[in-house]
């Protein structure tokens, strides 16, 4: 109970499911137009498995500086409170902070659609670490990845040829 997660966006454009398992968890969601309300700031290091986020907010939102986030008294947020056996599913861009309201299990999982596939290729290269690789796996990782990337960069013009 307690734990919460920082103002932030999903990395890399993905999509996101969280699955309440046990207890309840409180989620207030921003719209992206909201990013500047939010006093927005990229590319910060953070304790999570990615070891970054792309976009996050300083703004403590129970308790904001009125001085330093005096924009935020502006922000619109939409809240839910997740139970046991419920579903929240967030589109990509939107704003994300949320709160163990009691002790709790949330399972929680980036996806794409087509609407933004071609941003996986950057979650994939995160997924290699340099130095822990091999130099030869760190090559033919690269190739593929790069190969990828180049494949959903195709489809997607392909799909828009077929769109005009």
């Not at 590319?43 to 990615?50: A, L, M, S």
């Amino acid at each position: 109970a307690g734990s919460i997660s920082r103002l932030h966006v999903a990395n890399h454009g993905a999509h996101s499911w969280y699955t309440q398992t046990e207890g309840k968890r409180l989620f207030f969601l921003f719209s992206p137009r909201e990013g500047a309300n939010l006093c927005e700031d990229s590319g910060t290091t953070c304790d999570h498995p990615e070891g970054y986020a792309a976009l996050v907010s300083p703004v403590d939102i129970f308790y904001p500086n009125a001085k330093r986030h005096a924009q935020f008294a502006m922000a619109k947020a939409q809240f839910v409170v997740l139970s046991p056996g419920e579903t929240l599913v967030i589109p990509s861009g939107w704003w994300r902070y949320s709160v163990a309201l009691e002790a709790s299990v949330t399972l929680h999982h980036p996806f794409w659609s087509l609407e933004n596939r071609s941003r996986i290729s950057e979650e994939f290269r995160e997924a290699f670490v340099d130095e822990k690789m091999p130099p030869d796996l760190l090559e033919m990782a690269a190739r593929n990845v790069a190969q990828i990337h180049e494949q959903v960069l195709q489809d997607d013009d392909d799909d828009s040829d077929l769109d005009g």
